[in-house]
């Protein structure tokens, strides 16, 4: 990808999140909920395998019962700690996250309800009907499983290399050797399934037009006896998707 087409391709997602930031922003107080969160779970679950370093070096060579009493009170506290934090980040972003995507729906179906009546000519209602259900849908998933996710992914590796390097740093240094044939690695699948996506997609909105299409105009195909024809079309389209 050039320069010009990678620096068009940033700025048209740039401009998709500042109006997708508009139907966030009534339920952000969720989202907050959820990042605050994050933090949290990476702390709790960098604890757990410090926890059971020190017993195993310290508490158990020195036969240290209370030590190790206690030692194993603070790892189900922190255990259990996780757990809550988990659960109330998952509400949190779900629910900030449906209730975005439902506000977005409501505001395509309104839109496409004020459109003139000549539009209509001109797309297909199957075409329509994917870009007000799938392609929504598709965005909701991204949201709820793919972008917090990824943060807090983010989050918990960065508080795993702050531990290792407190630990032992030239070990550490190691280890992150293979960070840049990583990097070079993500980069190229990501590309490569971004681009097999977008080819999926299109593939489904097609798909999905199809039967959209068949169903609202299912009289005019029983009547020409068009039932095997729409059938092997629509297992044409779905083949693609393979």
């Not at 439902?102 to 459109?115: E, G, I, K, Y």
């Amino acid at each position: 990808m050039s320069g010009e087409s990678r620096s068009m391709a940033q700025a048209a997602a740039s401009s998709l999140l500042r109006r997708f930031w508009g139907y966030v922003r009534p339920h952000k107080r969720w989202i907050y909920i959820g990042l605050a969160m994050i933090p949290l779970v990476a702390a709790l679950s960098t604890l757990r395998p410090l926890l059971l370093k020190h017993a195993v070096d310290v508490e158990i060579p020195e036969r240290d019962a209370i030590g190790l009493r206690v030692l194993g009170i603070v790892f189900l506290v922190a255990v259990v700690g996780e757990f809550l934090c988990s659960a109330v980040q998952v509400y949190a972003l779900q629910r900030g996250g449906h209730a975005s995507i439902n506000d977005m729906r409501r505001s395509v179906f309104a839109h496409v309800l004020r459109l003139p009546a000549r539009f209509y000519d001109n797309n297909a209602i199957g075409s329509l009907l994917s870009r007000t259900t799938s392609d929504v849908e598709a965005l909701s998933e991204t949201l709820a499983f793919g972008v917090f996710t990824i943060l807090t992914d983010v989050v918990m590796i960065a508080s795993f290399v702050v531990a290792m390097f407190v630990l032992d740093p030239v070990l550490t240094l190691i280890t992150c050797t293979v960070a840049p044939v990583l990097f070079v690695l993500v980069r190229y699948f990501g590309a490569a399934l971004r681009r097999l996506q977008l080819v999926v997609r299109k593939s489904q909105a097609a798909q999905t037009g199809f039967l959209a299409e068949q169903l609202t105009g299912v009289t005019v195909v029983q009547l020409f006896g068009r039932q095997q024809a729409a059938m092997k079309e629509y297992e044409r389209l779905g083949q693609r998707n393979l």
